[in-house]
């Protein structure tokens, strides 16, 4: 059974930092990646990183701030968020795939991240 569990959210002062971590079991994937959720609007794309490469991709509006890795060896995918903005505050969501393309099938339960101004 596959399971991604986040931790790391809360609550951060603009300009703070936050980690995020999502420790995945049941089976290996080719991608992983964040998405977050605001109040009131669609999910979105945050980042992603292939799992044996280690490619990375970025939303335009985290780049620069953000950074997606990886630790194989404990099967978790990290989300460094620094320079945080209110704008950021959001569900934050982990996401895996097995196949190298089409959409991720797996997802977390979600972490909350609040940025006060």
């Known amino acids: 059974q596959v399971q991604l569990v986040e931790s790391g959210g809360g609550l951060v002062q603009t300009g703070g930092s936050l980690r995020l971590s999502c420790a995945a079991s049941g089976r290996t994937f080719s991608s992983m990646a964040w998405f977050r959720q605001a109040p009131g609007k669609d999910r979105e794309f945050v980042a992603s990183i292939t799992w044996s490469w280690g490619a990375t991709n970025y939303a335009d509006s985290v780049k620069g701030r953000f950074t997606i890795s990886r630790d194989n060896a404990k099967n978790t995918v990290y989300l460094q968020m620094n320079r945080l903005k209110p704008e950021d505050t959001a569900v934050y969501y982990c996401?895996?795939?097995?196949?190298?393309?089409?959409?991720?099938?797996?997802w977390g339960q979600g972490t909350q991240v609040t940025v006060s101004s």
């Open positions: 996401a895996a795939k097995a196949a190298v393309t089409g959409p991720y099938k797996h």
